[in-house]
């Protein structure tokens, strides 16, 4: 059965820096791509960052670009997204989501089919 399991999220100060995984069981991630993305209260969920595992080509929203980077090892079957210089309106759920794709690394989250539950980022003094 195909499993995408968060992990990472906690509460960090303003300018502090997380590391998200998401681990994918049943399936390998060679033929897939990989987005994250992320749900704030009383907000839409929207694509932050997303990768075609097999190309490694990345798409980044414009507010998180330059502060977050994603990556994957695929010999631990493991997708990364780094979080540097949080901002409390990075506050949010972090979602993963994986698609049966090859060469596609866009962040249109109605494309997904498979999601993991969240991990809760907070960025708060």
């Known amino acids: 059965q195909l499993q995408l399991v968060e992990s990472g999220g906690g509460l960090v100060q303003p300018g502090g820096s997380l590391r998200l995984s998401c681990a994918a069981s049943g399936f390998t991630l060679n033929s897939y791509a990989i987005g994250w993305f992320r749900q704030a209260p009383g907000k839409e969920r929207e694509g932050v960052s997303c990768?075609?595992?097999?190309?490694?080509?990345?798409n980044y929203a414009d507010n998180v670009k330059g502060r977050f980077t994603i990556s994957r090892n695929n010999a631990k079957n493991t997708v990364y997204l780094q979080m540097n210089s949080l901002k409390p309106e990075d506050t949010a759920v972090y979602y993963c989501?994986?698609?049966?794709?090859?060469?596609?690394?866009?962040?249109?989250?109605?494309?997904?089919?498979?999601w993991g539950q969240g991990t809760q980022v907070t960025v708060s003094s």
């Open positions: 990768i075609s595992i097999s190309t490694g080509s990345t």
């Open positions: 989501a994986a698609i049966s794709r090859t060469m596609f690394w866009s962040c249109d989250l109605e494309k997904y089919d498979y």
